[in-house]
């Protein structure tokens, strides 16, 4: 089921954090609060750069590889104003 989604996170410091997740309201939420990767605790607040899907769980996985290594996209969105 294609349910999945792909989504990159951006703090006020251009910090970039890369996620699948199904609902990624309440995981921004989790990662905000403390409950979410121990990557983002203590980073944030945690704002919605980049997103994409829907995708089945495989292909969401794929694709967050893949924007991992994207440098092109990494810098654009480093480089958005708040």
């Given at each position: 089921?294609?349910?999945w989604?792909?989504?990159?996170l ?14 990624t ?16 605790r203590?980073r944030g ?17 794929r ?11 990494k ?6 104003s708040?």
């Open positions: 089921m294609k349910d989604h792909v989504y990159v951006r703090n006020p410091k251009g910090i970039l954090y890369t996620g699948i997740s199904k609902d309201g309440r995981r921004i939420d989790e990662h905000n609060n403390g409950t979410g990767a121990k990557f983002t203590g607040p945690w704002t919605m750069a980049y997103s994409e899907g829907p995708f089945e769980h495989g292909e969401a996985l694709r967050e590889i893949a924007l991992k290594k994207d440098t092109k996209l810098a654009q969105l480093k480089t958005i708040d």
